[in-house]
């Protein structure tokens, strides 16, 4: 490892402990073989077991989540919150699917099935991953690795300087800057050229080395107002398809990693480049 040319450091820590809903900022976090504690270990599925998302669902986004006294807590607008156990109990009964992965996984709550589908509109369920169930990362890209309900790979590494030099070419073109959040990025760094992240194949973090698996592709989602579910689009899309069109990975911001080391990472360490 060497550190880079320029100082590089973590600027922003996040975990989505469900999938498709808000972010948790957080001051440090710990690196799993999948992925950060507690990140994504639940998701909202539909009656047939498929996974929901804000593609399809955009006011999943104003789901606030939260984790306190050893319970995952959830709250929206106008509605009382309700406490899930952050680690469900029970049999892995229930199949499930996220994108081509259909795993084992533990049915969490019957009151947060009947919070969820009335606030949604939809009928729904919240389930969680145990300790139990390991879903494979594409192989291509992560040999080895497992990770949680995430899209494909456990972490989403974005850069705030390629974000300024995307809200740069928006706003020559008269348009509005997006926020970080449209990314939902699990960590932010600060310092690096715009786009290094490309080009970095190990990170070491803290005490955490991380190895690069593939660019992330972006979808619809980025569209989308994360306060409010609106969707505003067409930005960053219509943006990114002039200037970061990869013919195998679509529309491309950030960077997926898998886990090389666990350990811990801190908002303020400095980023190692393998």
């Known amino acids: 490892m060497s550190l880079l040319a320029m100082p590089t450091t973590v600027s922003q820590l996040y975990i989505y402990p469900v999938k498709g809903l808000q972010a948790i900022a957080v001051p440090s976090a710990h690196c799993t073989e999948r992925g950060f504690e507690h990140d994504r270990r639940f998701m909202v599925v539909d009656a047939a077991g498929r996974f929901m998302s804000q593609r399809e669902h955009p006011l999943m986004a104003t789901v606030w989540t939260d984790i306190a006294d050893g319970m995952l807590v959830l709250s929206a607008p106008d509605l009382t919150q309700v406490e899930v156990p952050l680690e469900p109990q029970g049999e892995a009964s229930l199949r499930v699917t996220v994108w081509r992965s259909t795993v084992d996984a533990v049915a969490a709550s019957r009151a947060a099935d009947a919070w969820l589908s009335d ?46 030099d995307l809200n740069a070419r928006i706003a020559a073109k008269g348009g509005a800057p997006v926020p970080m959040n449209r990314f939902r990025p699990n960590i932010v760094v600060a310092g690096a050229e715009a786009y290094a992240e490309d080009h970095w194949p190990e990170l070491q973090l803290g005490s955490a080395v991380l190895r690069s698996a593939k660019p992330c592709g972006r979808c619809e989602v980025t569209t989308t107002d994360q306060a409010t579910g609106e969707r505003l689009g067409p930005e960053p899309l219509a943006t990114l398809v002039e200037y970061r069109d990869g013919r195998d990975f679509g529309l491309m911001f950030g960077q997926n990693y898998a886990t090389e080391r666990t350990g811990t990472v801190r908002v303020g360490d400095t980023v190692a480049v393998g």
């Open 119 to 164: 606030y949604l509109g939809a009928p729904c369920r919240l389930v969680y991953m145990p300790e139990s169930t390991r879903r494979e990362c594409n192989p291509d890209f992560a040999p080895g690795s497992i990770v949680s309900f995430a899209d494909g790979y456990p972490y989403l590494v974005t850069n705030e300087a390629s974000l300024a």
